[in-house]
């Protein structure tokens, strides 16, 4: 199966994407409660942003393992994927 028509693909993408920007909107609402020295919300915000930022993590990772396993055999001719084989280079 292809990556682009496989639905677990899509469904973790999706959620990668949404913890992404998730987590870049409340992370620069963090960055303003801080410029602003506003505790409250510096206080709020803090373990919100953390979470926002593991779920991200796991999503991405989760993505990445999914990729290497059910699309091993493309993901060796594919930039993504993490298992290319160079024919030449240094290493
Ligand atoms: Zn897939």
Do not use: Q
């Amino acid at each position: 199966m292809r990556r682009d028509d496989c639905p677990e693909c899509l469904r973790l993408w999706r959620e990668y994407a949404d913890a992404t920007s998730t987590h870049i909107g409340l992370d620069s609402k963090l960055r303003l409660a801080t410029l602003e020295w506003d505790l409250p919300s510096i206080e709020l915000l803090t373990p919100e942003v953390e979470a926002a930022g593991a779920r991200r993590t796991f999503y991405r990772e989760a993505f990445r393992k999914h990729v290497a396993t059910a699309h091993k055999a493309d993901a060796e001719t594919n930039e993504y994927g993490g298992d290319i084989r160079k024919e030449d280079g240094p290493n």
